[in-house]
């Protein structure tokens, strides 16, 4: 059974969806000088933070604003149905425990309740979390545990995170450039999503795209480094759950982290997945910046924007492709008109977990 | 309904010696609570002391649900502390697999080499029973065959100061440890002996005025069947502990357990162990 996309809210930095949409459909890069944590600690100067607000329990924020708005234009009422919220994320609310490990605001203690995102249940999947909400979400549904499912995802930034990506890089980089040959590594992106799934049943037949199915993955092999044959296992299971072939896709929005190891590894296994065929192939982290927990959600409901304007829009920050992405049709320099049917929708994260998921129009 | 079959259900102790269990290769960087969820998943495997790590593919068809809500909390405070102290080059790039909250569970994956999916339940109080209902939920949509369920807190300085500050948690001090439950989806069978049952779970609660309502709903569920609270002080880890301890009971000819794990805060979910 697939279930069906009733509704769903965003926050990038941006702003919410159609905002962020127009963003990503006019090549906007929202990379900017991190106004919340100092270069000199961390060594990464840039990032893609949202505007305004204290700096702690920020995605708590974000997360509760999306879950609200997506569950009230879904119509859903959470005193009268048997409503789960899975909450993806990778750093959860950790900025609070490094403030108070270090002094400063926040070193008086919170609540440790706050870590997590209660009421909502909490999944820590590192960047493809909200992947694995949508996986659970749907299965949920299938098995008459919930009569609706609102997977979610959220993050902000941690100074733990960015100096593991201050650590590697060569460069501190100013920007995101997936799949780019030239490409300078991942920058963090803050942003939020809420996906309302219902049941695709005859009682709520409505016009929002299917999710088909998600497929899902352990790499088991590395912590932090992607494998080719993990993400392949993923995406095959996308497939098989969804009764379809890769020839049918429309459009892949990658994961595309512009990172040295993920674009090359993401690209050979697409090729090879699609074994000749070439949907259009886009990705929007060079436009948002890398939103962990929520990048899964985020590229869903983009592809539900692609699908109802008819416009992809290109991959932001992308001038020369990387060598292994040849054979991918990558939308590059401009949006295309197209008005997709079949999306694959990816998201890896470390600890080698891999989500794949399949949207498809109705 | 979720019905589940248990095919181990081990609690491992607190002071386990990790190099004793897994042998010395592979720990050097592992934080506490990765070794203690080790630890419990050699036990549940049953394998020898020491046994060498697998070079074989990975199994897609085990899954791995961990439920830990300050796992990486120490990690995460001595990157904090290094980086005021002496900037980035001073912390070590072998720290950056804790940096993100699912690193107990990848680090399992990787050590056994279980491919099937992989989640990390941080949800409060109540982690450990969301794990086993998700554990369920992949099982009986047939994401796998076995799902292995690891409930796990250290016990670092930084995770009993965090714990302190539970704003519903016990007075007790956080108690640390891991317990691991490898499961599948009922099968009707005798070959398992005991079941873990996940009736009407429900959602967690929306609101503190829900939770109230929840509370009164455990309270007179209470009357009919005498509830056994898990341990609050072990955390994320206590619905796995209080499984396991109702495992040993059935197990032993006692009768089915009814068990309940949460916290004001988190809300209150029950599971039934045994019986039908």
């Known amino acids: ?362 | 309904m979720i019905e589940l079959d248990v095919h181990a259900a081990v609690a491992g102790s607190a002071d386990v010696d990790p190099a004793a269990v897994l042998g010395r290769k592979g720990l050097f960087g592992k934080d506490r609570a990765t070794l203690l969820a080790l630890c419990a998943v050699h036990e549940a495997l049953d394998l020898p002391p020491k046994t060498p790590r697998s070079p074989a593919e990975p199994d897609p068809g085990v899954a791995v649900v961990v439920s830990s809500n300050l796992g990486n909390v120490g990690v995460v405070s001595e990157i904090a502390r290094g980086l005021r102290a002496d900037g980035v080059r001073s912390v070590s790039p072998m720290l950056a697999p804790g940096a993100s909250s699912n690193v107990i569970a990848g680090a399992i994956a990787i050590w056994f080499r279980f491919g099937g999916p992989n989640l990390t339940v941080c949800s409060g109080a109540g982690a450990g029973f969301d794990a086993i209902w998700l554990a369920g939920a992949l099982l009986q949509r047939g994401r796998a065959r076995r799902a292995v369920v690891v409930g796990v807190e250290p016990d670092d300085e930084d995770a009993l100061a965090l714990h302190s500050l539970r704003h519903a948690g016990p007075a007790e001090k956080l108690t640390g440890g891991a317990a691991c439950l490898i499961l599948s989806a009922s099968t009707g069978t005798s070959a398992a002996t005991a079941t873990v049952t996940l009736r009407d779970y429900g959602p967690p609660p929306a609101s503190p005025a829900v939770n109230a309502a929840v509370n009164a709903a455990v309270n007179a569920a209470a009357d009919a069947h005498p509830d056994t609270p898990a341990d609050s002080a072990r955390y994320g880890a206590a619905g796995v502990f209080a499984v396991c301890a109702a495992v040993a009971d059935v197990r032993a000819g006692g009768p089915p357990r009814h068990l309940s794990c949460g916290d004001a805060a988190d809300g209150f979910r029950t599971l039934r162990v045994g019986g039908s």
Request: charge should be negative; glycine fraction near 12%.
């Open chain 1, 1 to 362: 059974m697939s279930v069906r996309v009733a509704a769903t809210a965003v926050r990038t930095c941006f702003g919410d969806g159609p905002s962020t949409f127009a963003a990503l459909s006019r090549g906007a890069c929202g990379a900017a000088p991190l106004r919340l944590y100092d270069p000199a600690e961390t060594r990464v100067t840039h990032g893609y933070e949202i505007e305004g607000g204290p700096r702690l329990f920020r995605a708590s924020r974000w997360l509760t604003t999306c879950v609200d708005e997506a569950l009230a234009e879904a119509g859903v009422d959470r005193s009268q149905q048997r409503v789960v919220v899975l909450a993806g994320t990778g750093l959860r609310e950790l900025s609070a425990v490094e403030a108070l490990a270090t002094g400063g605001a926040g070193a008086e203690g919170f609540p440790a309740e706050r870590l997590h995102f209660g009421p909502a249940l909490t999944l820590a999947g590192a960047c493809s979390a909200g992947g694995h909400a949508l996986a659970l979400a749907q299965d949920l549904l299938e098995l008459g545990e919930a009569d609706a499912v609102v997977a979610a995802g959220a993050d902000a930034m941690t100074a733990s995170m960015l100096a593991m990506i201050g650590r590697v890089a060569a460069e501190p980089t100013t920007r995101v450039r997936p799949f780019d040959r030239d490409r300078t590594g991942v920058l963090l992106g803050e942003g939020a999503a809420a996906v309302v799934l219902l049941p695709d049943d005859h009682t709520t037949g409505g016009p929002g795209p299917r999710v088909l199915a998600t497929g899902l993955s352990c790499d088991a092999g590395h912590e932090t480094a992607p494998d080719r044959a993990g993400i392949l296992r993923a995406m095959r299971d996308a497939f098989a759950r969804a009764g379809r072939a890769p020839g049918e896709v429309d459009l892949v929005v990658a994961h595309g982290t512009g990172t040295e190891l993920n674009d090359p590894v993401e690209a050979l296994a697409l090729t090879e997945l699609m074994a000749g065929h070439a949907p259009l192939v886009t990705a929007i982290k060079g436009a948002v910046g890398h939103t962990s927990g929520g990048s899964a959600l985020l590229s869903l409901v983009m592809a539900t924007y692609c699908m109802e304007s008819g416009v992809v829009p290109h991959i932001v920050g992308l001038r020369d492709p990387l060598p292994e992405a040849a054979a991918l049709n990558l939308v590059r320099d401009r949006p295309v008109a197209a008005r997709p049917r079949l999306v694959q929708i990816d998201g890896f994260g470390f600890g080698g977990v891999n989500a794949v998921t399949l949207l498809e129009a109705t």
